[in-house]
Nanobody
Framework: QVQFVESGGGLVQAGGSLRLSCSASGSTFSFNYMGWYRQAPGNARELVAS???????NYADSVKGRFTIFKNNAKNTLFLQMNSLRPEDTAVYYCNAVGLLSPSWGQGTQVTVSS
């Protein structure tokens, strides 16, 4: 099973930017969609951005225009560029394939946005 390791989180002021990275232990070519998820305390995990194997992207309305998902297939790495961050973006961010019945989650990376 492919394992994912997320990095790049941190503490940033509102309006700032961060770039998250996700490294996969194996090939992700078998997945039709890869995505970035986030989970804030007390909330369910939500999908915020996804990218297809062909490069098509989709975003949750809450991040549209501010976040950009992209990937480096050669290095099996997924990225999330986050701009104009808001306090409500504070959460643990995870990457994973989209649509798996029983996904295995990594540790995630904490993003904290101060007001």
């Amino acid at each position: 099973q492919v394992q994912f390791v997320e990095s790049g989180g941190g503490l940033v002021q509102a309006g700032g930017s961060l770039r998250l990275s996700c490294s996969a232990s194996g090939s992700t070519f078998s997945f039709n969609y890869m995505g970035w998820y986030r989970q804030a305390p007390g909330n369910a995990r939500e999908l915020v951005a996804s990218i297809s194997s062909g490069g098509s992207t989709n975003y949750a309305d809450s991040v549209k225009g501010r976040f950009t998902i992209f990937k480096n297939n050669a290095k099996n790495t997924l990225f999330l560029q986050m701009n104009s961050l808001r306090p409500e973006d504070t959460a643990v961010y995870y990457c994973n394939a989209v649509g798996l019945l029983s996904p295995s989650w990594g540790q995630g990376t904490q993003v904290t946005v101060s007001s």
